[in-house]
Each structure stands twice: as structure tokens, then as C-alpha cells.
């Protein structure tokens, strides 16, 4: 009876520390940013169209990557106090991101630059 005590004891070990390892190796980063509501000049502020509407802003915060509303183009964004990439033409642009207080808009694009994702790094 003590021999198989032992042996549930050691296979609960095996499978508890196994389910840990595994755990440890597919969890992913955590993405907190989050939608909110527009008003605070700190946040990131995202103007975007999608064919045949009219302009909607978007603002966020906090560290991380979201989806924009499908087939969005940028006509821009304001960064607040953050460092900000967008998603689009296959790369994050631009490769070292827009600096914190910056504006930036597509004055050669007037429609805009296609992008889906937005990244505050």
C-alpha cells in the first residue's frame, strides 16, 4: 500500500510539474492596451475612414497591439505619451516607431495610408 502512495505521489509530482513547463512555454505576452474614451491629450488618437464613411476617431491606451475596424485608412495620429507603430503594406511602420507628442498625418495621401493594427510599444 506504501509503494503505491508513493507511486500516485510521483505521478501527481510528474504531471503537476509537466503541466507548469508547459504553461511557462506557450503563454504569450500580455496585451493591456485598451480602447478609451478620447479627451486626454496623453492618449493615442487615431483619425481613421473606411470606404464611404466619414472620419471616426479612435483613442488608447496603455502598452500592447489592437485591431482597427476592418479596411481602415489613417489619416492620422496623434501619439500623446507614447511611441506608436501601424500595421499595414505587411510591415509595422515606421520601423522605429513615432515618437511620444508627435502628429502625424498623410498630407501626400489625402485619403490616407492603409493600415489594420495599431501597436503602442
Not at 510521483?10 to 512555454?25: F, K, W
Not at 476592418?70 to 501601424?86: A, C, F, H, K, L
Request: contains cysteine; glycine residues 8%.
Amino acid at each position: 500500500m506504501k509503494q503505491l502512495a508513493e507511486r500516485a505521489a510521483l505521478a501527481a509530482t510528474t504531471t503537476l510539474a509537466l503541466t507548469v513547463s508547459l504553461t511557462a512555454l506557450t503563454a504569450t505576452d500580455a496585451s493591456a492596451i485598451n480602447q478609451v474614451d478620447c479627451g486626454r491629450s496623453d492618449f493615442v488618437q487615431v483619425t481613421y475612414h473606411q470606404a464611404g464613411h466619414s472620419d471616426s476617431d479612435l483613442c488608447f491606451a496603455n502598452a500592447g497591439t489592437i485591431a482597427l475596424p476592418g479596411n481602415s485608412w489613417i489619416t492620422r495620429i496623434s501619439t500623446g505619451n507614447n511611441r506608436v507603430q501601424w500595421f499595414g503594406d505587411a510591415a509595422w511602420q515606421p520601423a522605429d516607431g513615432i515618437n511620444q507628442w508627435t502628429v502625424m498625418t498623410w498630407p501626400n495621401h489625402p485619403g490616407g495610408v492603409s493600415a489594420s493594427w495599431i501597436r503602442i510599444l
